[in-house]
């Protein structure tokens, strides 16, 4: 549901990078491409206990209704921290 407001926030020249456990969601999201434009968007499925980002290559993350289902936040917020660029968020 914060797709479509984040994608009109980095406009048509930004990504949005949507991961998620639930292979549902993600050809959910799939499926809405077109709808959930102006940016570039990447549904992308990962596991519980590692988002994949690659190091250093996100300006932001936005958590939601995830934080409270892991089992090891300290370790699952370092992998989310060493994805983000220099002076990157993680809310």
Excluded at 19 to 31: G, K, N, R, T
Aim: proline share 5%; aromatic share 8%.
């Amino acid at each position: 549901y914060m797709v479509a407001p984040l994608s009109k926030a980095v406009g048509k020249n930004g990504t949005v990078i949507a991961i998620d456990s639930s292979c549902e969601m993600i050809a959910y999201l799939s499926d809405r491409v077109a709808d959930l434009g102006p940016a570039k968007m990447i549904a992308k499925h990962v596991g519980y206990h590692d988002p994949e980002l690659p190091p250093q290559s996100i300006d932001r993350v936005l958590m939601l209704d995830t934080w409270l289902h892991l089992a090891d936040r300290r370790e699952y917020a370092k992998k989310v921290f060493s994805g983000l660029k220099h002076g990157g968020r993680f809310v």
